[in-house]
């Protein structure tokens, strides 16, 4: 298959996941992670994530797993190209594509800042490939930042293997809600 549709295939899948089995992979997926990142991170580490839409795993818990973090969340602009901003709850605002976005008017972050970017996707491989829904912003955010890569997706949405382009950037680890895999090398389950 190729990518789009490999897109229109893990898209229907994700969608089509009960509510109450993605809430409970979430929840999998933060306590997880937030162990790893304990583990893999200076103390109080700036980390880039996401607000969840579409049916993607709902990382919001992280906020009080890992309260000593700096969060910060993109918004997205034109040319392919996201601003960063520091996570604030009651400065949120709709992006046209449906999901919340830091107000444009807040402070920008320095992608050369960031610890670890936690990254949406619609699929992931054990390779580190990664297939977003198709407009480049992640692989543009991506190449310019050397933040620890961290792809986000429940087990349902894990290829085999991914098509990938010249301009396609891999991640360095994968979290699901079973395990953590190491785009490489091995995988971290957590106890």
Request: one cysteine or more; glycine letters at 8%; proline letters at 7%.
């Amino acid at each position: 298959m190729d990518k789009s549709e490999l897109r229109a295939h893990f898209c229907s899948l994700r969608e089509g996941l009960p509510a109450e089995e993605v809430a409970a992979a979430s929840v999998a997926i933060c306590r997880g992670l937030a162990r790893w990142l304990a583990d893999q991170l200076p103390n109080q580490p700036t980390i880039l994530t996401y607000l969840a839409f579409r049916n993607e795993p709902d990382l919001s818990l992280l906020f009080e797993l890992l309260p000593d973090a700096r969060w910060i969340v993109p918004r997205i602009m034109e040319g392919r190209h996201m601003a960063l901003h520091s996570y604030d709850p009651s400065r949120l605002v709709r992006h046209r594509f449906g999901m919340l976005e830091p107000a444009a008017d807040l402070p920008t972050v320095d992608p050369a800042g960031i610890d670890a970017a936690l990254v949406p996707g619609v699929a992931f491989d054990r390779q580190g490939g990664r297939l977003g829904f198709g407009g480049g912003y992640y692989d543009c955010f991506l190449s310019t930042t050397p933040a620890l890569r961290i792809g986000i997706a429940f087990d349902q949405c894990l290829a085999r293997q991914l098509p990938r382009g010249e301009h396609d950037q891999r991640m360095d680890w994968v979290a699901t809600q079973s395990k953590m895999i190491d785009c490489g090398r091995m995988e971290w389950k957590p106890s």
